[in-house]
């Protein structure tokens, strides 16, 4: 997992390499939890639960961050969402919590997640 900061919003970034087109099986219960607790917009739900869904180890992963993102930046819509690099060939799944704090501010929050 990489962190990156940019401007007031703390990106958490987990990369893989571009994946086959798979069919997306029926949500399981962590999944479900996932996309109560972060902000998915309707138009990336099926990329986000396909990717999850390609990439189990993320679940747990996530599932965990939900209380360090409440205890670094509070109760804070946190977004989740599915980025596609073509020159690269890889997708690259992103949660950020836009908040209202300086760089400094927001580096130092970003430097409590560890």
Known sequence: MEMKAKGRVIRIVRSKETLAETAV?????DIE???KFYKIEPDQG???ERFLAANTDLIPI???????LIRVFGKVPIS????????EGFEELV??????????????????LG
């Open 25 to 29: 099986a029926p949500k399981s219960a």
């Open 33 to 35: 939890n996932i996309f």
């Open 46 to 48: 099926k990329d986000v």
């Open 62 to 68: 996530l599932i965990e961050a939900e209380s360090q």
């Open 80 to 87: 989740l969402r599915l980025e596609t690099d073509p020159d």
């Open 95 to 112: 949660a950020s919590a836009k908040i209202n704090k300086t760089p400094e501010e927001s580096l130092a929050l970003r430097a409590q």
